[in-house]
C-alpha cells in the first residue's frame, strides 16, 4: 500500500464510503496467502516484476507440487523450481504442459510470459566444465528474467590464453558472472579485466583443502580487483538474479 | 591497443612507416611503470573512468607518498588512500594542498577534478554506530566517483520500526549498501524489502562467537532474499566501488 | 532424599527404627536402574514432573525397546522417543497401542496421563517450510509437556510482511521459538519486534557457506536483539523443553 | 501505535477531528529520534518497561556521553552502559552523579528509579575466579532490571563437592545462570540438577585449544542436560537480561 | 639391538668370530619384513610384549588378510584387528578358529597366548549408551593387553547421582578411561573426583555444533581438572592402549 | 607464438608476403578448440612436452570421452584421465585398445610414446598402506611423465627403523613424494634426512580430529625440516607432476 | 568421608554420643573455604597428597596473594602457581621468603616438604628451544610433585641424529612428556621409539598455518604412534601433572 | 658415517688397531654439540652444503648470540638468521663486523664464503608492494645458498598487463617463488604461464575474510595450474631454500 492509496483510504474513511472495521481490516490485510506449511507471496509478481522463485531442497515433491498448483491457479506468469529433482520435474510436467527441466541445472521453469529483453547481455564464465551444473542454474535464471545470455564455459587460469581468447565477449557484456571451484582464481582475473560488475559464484568443485568450496569462497571475498562481489558457493540462481537486477537498471 | 590500432600499426610497417623493431617495441609496451617496489598503471584512468585507488596497508609511508607524487606529476586527477593512518594523510598534504582525510574511515582523498554525478543515489545503511568507519568508507568512496550518497545509520533490525521509517529512502535509492556486523541479519532484511541490488558488507563488529566478523559474513552470504551480493569484510571501499559501477550503468 | 527425609533417617536410628546398615543401605540407594548398557532415571518424572526423554540416535531399536518396555512396566505415564526413525516407532508400538509418531519429527510420543496445561501459549516460528522437522519437534516437545503451541511456519525475513501479518500471535505467546536455517536474521528480527524471552534454533537448512547450520549458529549468537538465548543446531526437542520450563514458570 | 489507537485515530478522521494529513503523519510518526550516528528509541521504556541499554564497545566517548545526555533530557529513568571503559564512566559522571561504574563488570549505571523486584531470585554461578568480570556484568544487569539475585563463585566441577555445597542455594533459584570457560562443563551439570531454566555464558577464560571460548560454547550448546539455552560468549547482558525476562514471568 | 649385543657383536669381529660381512649384514639386518604393500614388524612382540596391532580401514580386506595369515605362520600369539568389518571378520576366521569378533567395537582379536593381569583395574566409564562402540573397542583391547576392566556405561553429568553411585568402582580403579561424546563434560567431572590417571575419549555421538566430536574434544583438552589426557575422536583402541600401559608400570 | 616467429610475421607483412587481414588472423588465432563444454589445448602437449591430463571428477563419463576421441584424432600420444571411475575407464578402452586402468589409484593412461628417461629417480615414500591410491596416482603419473620411480610402502615414524631401513633408497632419489595421512609427520622426518626436494602429499586417511586430511596438511605446512613443499590433500597427481618437472631439470 | 567414617557418624547418633543436629551439620560439611570470590579447597592436600594449584591468569595478583595467604596460614606445604606474572612473584615474596620463581616457565613454587620421590624418572622432551617455557612449567611442576626430571631440549625430528643420540636417556626414563610446536612430529616419532607412555603437549610455537598451535595439536591427536596422548596446547602443568601421577603408581 | 667409514671401523676393530670401547664410542658419536638449551649440528654445512640456518622467534637474543657465537668459534662460513629482529642484529654484529642484516625482510646474514652459482636465475614475483617483506626473505635466502635471483614485484593479477609484460623474464627462470596475500591467484596465473616449477608462498597479507593468510594458502594449494607447490604462510625462508635446491639440481 503506497502513500497515494493510504490517502485515499483515509478519504473514504472520512466521506464514510468507508467503514472503520473494514479500513482497519485493509489496513491489516497483508499480500500473502497462508497455505499451513508456506506462505505464498501473491503481489511480488506485481511488486518486482521479477518471477516467483521456489527453492525445492527440503521442502517434499508434494508440497512443492501443491505451491505450483497454487500459484497456476492464481495465474502467475512465470516461475522458477531451484534445485528439483526429477520427481519434482515430473510432479510440475503432470500440473502443465508449460515446464522446462534442465537436468544439468536442476531448474524447472514455467515461463508463460517471456519478459521484454534488454539491449545488454551477461556474460557466464566458468574456470572449468565441472561448473557447469552452476553456471546453467544461473545463466537460465537470468534467461527467464529477460536477459540475453553468453555462456563462457572453461576458461580458466591455467590457461590464461582460452580467457584472453574470449576476452572481447567478456568485455562487450553489462555484467559478469564469474563461476569457479578449485582456487577460483577466475573472479580475480575477470575482475582485473573488464570494467564491469562482477558477480562471483564459488562453487563446490574440488577435493581436499577445497572444503566444500570454501577455498574458492575465501579466495573471491578476498579478490585483488575492484568491482567484484560474491554469492554462496554454488548459488548460480543468486548470480543469476543479481545481474539480472542489475543489467536491467 | 585495440583491433583497430592493430591494424594501424600493420599498415604502417607493412608501408614502411614503421620500422619492424619499432612495432615490436610497440607491440609489448605496456601502460604501466615501474617505480622498483611497485607498478604505477599509468593508463588505468583513462582506461576505466575511476580514480586510483591506493591501498596503504603493510605499505610504509614513505612508499605511499612516493606513489602518490609520481601520479601527480602525471597529472592523475582523482586519487584515493585507503586504510591510510593519519602519518601518511600528513605526507600526502606536504605534497598537495588537495587533501581530504577522514579519520574515521582512514581514506584521503585527492579529488582535483570531480567528476559528473548520475540521477539515482546509493543509500548506505548501517546497523549500528559502531559500523561508521566501513560506511564512511563506502561513501567516500562512492562520492568520489561520482555517486550521490544518501546515509542512513544505527537503523539495525533490533528495532525494526527504525528501519522502516527509512523504508522510503531506501527504496528511491538505484543502489543500497547495507553494513553490519554482529549477525548481520540488515543484509536479508533490506534485501526482502527493496527490489534493488543490496552490496552486503559484514563488519568485524562484534566479539565472542562474532569470530571477527565471520557471523555476519556467513549470514549474509547466505541470505534468504535474492539481489545480495557480499563483498570483504569491513571492505567499504569495494562496496562503494561495486555499487558506483552499477549506478553508473 | 531431601533435608527432612534425612532427618527423619536419623530419628529412625536414633531410637532405632532403623539398623545402622540399613541407613547406610538407604543413604547410598540411588534413583536408578542400572540395565547394563543403560541407567534407567526411576524417580525422573517425580523429581522434575517431566516426561522421561529417550535420545535414539545411536543406540539399537533393541535397545530403545527394552528401555521403554522397562519403563512402561515401572508405569510410567509420558515418554518421549526423539531422532526415532520408523524401525524404532513400529518396535514401541509393538509394545503398547499408545504410540503416536511423526515422521516429519521423527518424534515418538506415549502419552498416558495429559498433564495440565498453563494459560499461556507458546509460537513456534519458522523461516521456511524446510525448517518444519526442527519446529515440529519442538511443537510436539512442547504439547506432550502440557503447553498450547501456536504454529506459524514460513514467515522468514525475505518477506517481513509476512511475518508482521502474524505478528499479534506471536506478541500473545509466553514464549516464543523461531526456527531458521540459512542466515538465521529470523531470531534477531523476532527478538527486537516482542518483549518475551526467546529461543533460537539454528537448522541445518542451506547449503554452500551455510555450514550445515552454522551461519545461522552464529548469527543467532550474536544477535543485536536481547531477550535471545540458542540451542544446538536443529535440537527442537531441547527449544520445546526450555520454552516449556519458561512457560510453566 | 496500538489497535485502540488506530481505531481512534480513524475515528477522530471521520468525524474530522483529524486532517487527513495529519493522520498520515501521526501513521508515519515513529517512536525514535535521529541523532545523525545513532537512533534513539525514545518509547522503548515505556514498550517494554526494561532501561535503556547502550552497547559501548566501537562508539567513541563523545558518542556515549551524546546518546545519554540526551536520555536525561528525555528523562530516563534507567541506564545501562555496557562495555564502558574508565573513560566513558568519567563522561558519564560528568553529566550525572547517579553513576555507579564496576571496574570488573565494564559497566556504568544509571539507576533513577529502581524498580520493583520479583520473589524469585536469580543466581549467578561461576565456574572459576576468572569468569567474575562476565558474571558480574550478568548480575548487575539483572539488579538493575529489578530481581534479586544470589552470586555464587569458583564452583567449577574439577571439585564437584563445591558446586554440591551449594545445591540449596542454586536449587531456591528461579532462573540459573551458569558462567563458565575453559570446558564449559558447569552448564551441563548445573542443568542436570537443578529443574529450572539455566541460561548459559561461555567465557573466553582458557588458552590454547579453548580459541578464545570456542570450546566453553560448543559444549555448552552440546549440553546433555535439557534446560540450557546459550547466549554469545563473555555476554553476561545477555544472559541477565535474559534471565530476568524469565523471573518476570 | 642394545649396547650389550653391540658389544658382543663387535668381539666376534675382532677375535674372528663373525666375518665383517656378515657384521655388516647384521648391523644392517632390521627387525621387518616388506610384504609389498606392508611391512610386518617381526620384533614388535618381543620389543615391547605387546599384541600386534591392524588398523583395518582404507585396507582391502585381502591385504588384512594377508598380514594375519604371514602373523600366524610367524607364530605371533595376540593379534589385534581395529575398525574391522565384518567381511574382515570372516576373512580372518578363515584364516584361525582362533577369532572373536565384536559387532559393536568393530575388532577381531587373535589371542592364543592370555598375558599375566596386574592387580589393578582400568574402568571404561560411559556417558551416555550411544557411546558403547568406542569405549567397547577401549575395554577389548585393554583386556586383550592383560587387565582387568570394569564397565561402568551411560553416567553422564546430566544426571550425576547416576555417576556418583558408581563412584566406589571409579575410585578404585588404577587407571578411568572417560568415554563421552556431546559435550564430554564426564572427563572433566571424573578428573575431578578420582586421583588416579584418567585417559579421555571424545566420541563423535553428537549432532549440530557437535561437529563430528570437535565439541568433545575441544571440551576434554580444555578440562578444569587436573590428570587429564586426551586421545583423538572415537579412538578407543588408544585409550584403551594407553590405560594398559600405565596400568602395567 | 615466440619473439621469433613474431617477427617472421612481422616480415612477411612488410614485404607483402602475408595480408594484413591474414597477419590479424593470426595474431588472433589461439592454440585451442572450443568444443562448447570444454577447451582443448591443441598445441600444450608441444608447449611443454607434458602429457595432457584430464581431471574427471564432475565430468559426465560422455564428455570425457568425447575430449578424449578428439584429442586422438588430432594424435596426442600421452593422456592421463585423473580420478576416473572403471565407467570411464570402460569408455575409454572402446575408444582405443591402448588403455590402461589402474583401480587404486583410478587413473586411465593412454601411453603411445614413451618419453626418454632422465638418469634420477623418484622415490614414492608413504607411511601406511591405506595411503596406496594417492601414492600410486603420484607414481603413474611420473612415470607416464618419463621418470623412473621407486615405490616404498608402508613405512611410517611409528616404527622409524621401516623408515630408516630403506634410507639408502630414498637419499639416492633425485626427488622424493613423501605421502601421509594421520599426523603426516612422515614428510617432517624424510625432509631432515635427504637433502633433495620433498614434495609432501598429505592424504585423508585416519579419522577425528583428521579431519579430512588437515591434520596432515597442517602438519606438513609447518614441517620443521627445510625443503619440503606441499600439494592439496590427495593430490597423488599434482606431486607426481611437479617431481617429475624437478626432476627433468 | 569415608565408609568407616559414616557407620561411625551413624553408631555416634544411635548411642547419644552425637546430636542430630550436629550429624546433620557434619554430613553437610564439606571441605572447602569460601573467599567470596575463590573456594579454596581445606582438604585437598590431604585428599590426593599433591600440591595445591593456583591458576594465575584471569585472576588480580590481590586475588592471588589473599589465596596464598590463607593457605600460608591453613599450613599448606606445597603450592604451586602457575602463569603467574613477575608482579604475583613479588607479590608472593612479601608473603613468605619460600618462593621460587622461574621467569621462563612463569611458576612461582612454595616448596616447605619435599615429597619424597619414586626410583622412576620423568624425561621431558623438546622439538626446539623455543619450546622451553612450556617444558620448563612441566617440568618444575613434576620436580615440586616429587620426580626426578630428565630434560632434552632441541631434539626435534628434522634432525633426527640428535634424538636418536638420546634414545638411551629417553628409553630409560618412566614417562615421556614431549613438548613440540610446528608440526608437532616429535610426539609421533617418540611414541614410535618407547614403550612407555608419552604425554604430548603441542605448543603455540610456529607462524602461519600453525594457527597458535592448532597444527601440532591435530598431529599429535593423530599420532600413528600408540601410548601417546595429549593435552592442551602449553599446558605444561597438565602434562606434569599427568606424568607424576603416573611415576608415582 | 658410511658404509665404507663402518667398513673400514670394523676391520680396525678386528686388526686391533681400534679398541672395542673407542669403536662403541665412534658409533655412538653424532655429529653435533648440546649447548643445553640447543643442539648445534656441527656437520650439517658439509652434510648438505648450505648454510646454517636460526629461527630467531621465540629465542632469546642471549640464546641467538650463544648459537651464532659457537658457530664462529668452530669456523662455520655462512649462516642464516631469519625473523631475527634488530635487537638480534646489534647482538651479531657485536661479535663479527661480517653481517648484513635486512629490515623489510627481518633476515641477518654472516655470508663468509660465498657459494658458487649455477647458470639457472630463480624468479621471485609478488602480487603486490604489501608482500615484500616475504618475498625479500625468499630472495635473501636464495641469493646466500648460491643462486641468482630476479625481484619482480607488484604484479598481481588485478592488473594482468604488469604481470604479462614480464613474462619473458618469468618464463626464462629455471624456477619461480610466487608470494602473494589475499586471494593468491598469483600462483595459479603464473604456473599456467609457465612450465617450470613454482613455489608459491602464501603471505598474510589481507584483512576479513582473508583470515591471516588462510584464503590465500587454500587458494594456491588448490591450484588448477600444474606443477605449483605450496610452502606455509609467510615462509619465504622456506620458499628460497626449496627453489635454490630444485636450481643446483
Same mark, same amino acid.
Request: a negative charge; proline letters at 4%; charged letters at 20%.
Given at each position: 500500500?503506497?502513500?497515494?492509496?493510504?490517502?485515499?483510504?483515509?478519504?473514504?474513511? *472520512?466521506?464514510?464510503?468507508l467503514?472503520? $472495521?473494514?479500513a482497519?481490516?485493509?489496513?491489516k490485510?497483508?499480500?500473502? #496467502?497462508?497455505?499451513?506449511?508456506?506462505?505464498?507471496?501473491?503481489?511480488? #509478481?506485481?511488486?518486482?516484476?521479477?518471477? $516467483?522463485?521456489?527453492?525445492? !531442497?527440503?521442502?517434499?515433491?508434494?508440497? %512443492?507440487?501443491?505451491?505450483v *498448483?497454487?500459484?497456476?491457479?492464481?495465474?502467475?506468469?512465470?516461475?522458477? !523450481?531451484?534445485?528439483?529433482?526429477?520427481?519434482?520435474?515430473r510432479?510440475?510436467?503432470?500440473?502443465?504442459?508449460?515446464?522446462?527441466?534442465?537436468?544439468?541445472?536442476r531448474i524447472?521453469?514455467i515461463?508463460? *510470459?517471456?519478459?521484454?529483453?534488454?539491449?545488454?547481455?551477461?556474460?557466464? %564464465?566458468?574456470? =572449468?566444465?565441472?561448473?557447469?551444473p552452476?553456471?546453467? $542454474? @544461473?545463466?537460465i535464471?537470468?534467461?527467464? /528474467?529477460?536477459?540475453?545470455? *553468453?555462456?563462457?564455459?572453461?576458461?580458466g %587460469?591455467?590457461?590464461?590464453?582460452?580467457l584472453?581468447?574470449?576476452?572481447?565477449?567478456?568485455?562487450? !557484456?553489462?555484467?559478469?558472472? @564469474?563461476?569457479? +571451484?578449485? $582456487?577460483?582464481?577466475?573472479a580475480? %582475473?575477470? =575482475?582485473?579485466?573488464?570494467?564491469?560488475?562482477?558477480?562471483?559464484?564459488?562453487?563446490?568443485? =574440488?577435493y581436499?583443502?577445497?572444503?566444500?568450496?570454501?577455498?574458492?569462497?575465501?579466495? /573471491?571475498?578476498?579478490?585483488? @580487483?575492484? +568491482?567484484?562481489?560474491?554469492?554462496?558457493?554454488?548459488?548460480?540462481?543468486?548470480? =543469476?538474479?543479481? @545481474?539480472?537486477?542489475?543489467?536491467h /537498471?
Amino acid at each position: 500500500m503506497n502513500a497515494q492509496q493510504l490517502k485515499q483510504l483515509l478519504n473514504d474513511v *472520512k466521506d464514510g464510503r468507508l467503514a472503520i $472495521e473494514d479500513a482497519m481490516a485493509e489496513l491489516k490485510k497483508l499480500p500473502f #496467502e497462508d497455505m499451513g506449511f508456506a506462505h505464498l507471496d501473491t503481489h511480488r #509478481e506485481l511488486r518486482n516484476g521479477y518471477p $516467483e522463485v521456489i527453492y525445492c !531442497a527440503g521442502k517434499t515433491t508434494d508440497q %512443492v507440487a501443491a505451491i505450483v *498448483k497454487r500459484m497456476l491457479e492464481l495465474d502467475y506468469s512465470n516461475i522458477l !523450481a531451484t534445485r528439483a529433482n526429477s520427481d519434482v520435474a515430473r510432479a510440475l510436467q503432470a500440473l502443465t504442459p508449460n515446464v522446462e527441466y534442465s537436468t544439468t541445472a536442476r531448474i524447472a521453469v514455467i515461463n508463460r *510470459k517471456p519478459l521484454p529483453q534488454p539491449a545488454g547481455t551477461i556474460a557466464v %564464465v566458468t574456470g =572449468g566444465t565441472s561448473d557447469m551444473p552452476v553456471a546453467e $542454474e @544461473a545463466a537460465i535464471t537470468a534467461e527467464i /528474467m529477460g536477459n540475453n545470455v *553468453k555462456r563462457i564455459y572453461d576458461v580458466g %587460469v591455467a590457461g590464461l590464453h582460452r580467457l584472453l581468447s574470449h576476452l572481447d565477449e567478456i568485455m562487450s !557484456a553489462n555484467v559478469v558472472i @564469474a563461476v569457479a +571451484g578449485m $582456487e577460483g582464481a577466475l573472479a580475480s %582475473v575477470v =575482475g582485473g579485466l573488464v570494467d564491469k560488475p562482477v558477480i562471483a559464484v564459488p562453487t563446490s568443485v =574440488g577435493y581436499g583443502a577445497n572444503f566444500h568450496g570454501l577455498a574458492a569462497l575465501l579466495s /573471491m571475498l578476498n579478490s585483488c @580487483a575492484s +568491482g567484484v562481489a560474491v554469492v554462496n558457493i554454488d548459488n548460480g540462481f543468486g548470480a =543469476g538474479y543479481m @545481474a539480472s537486477m542489475i543489467n536491467h /537498471m
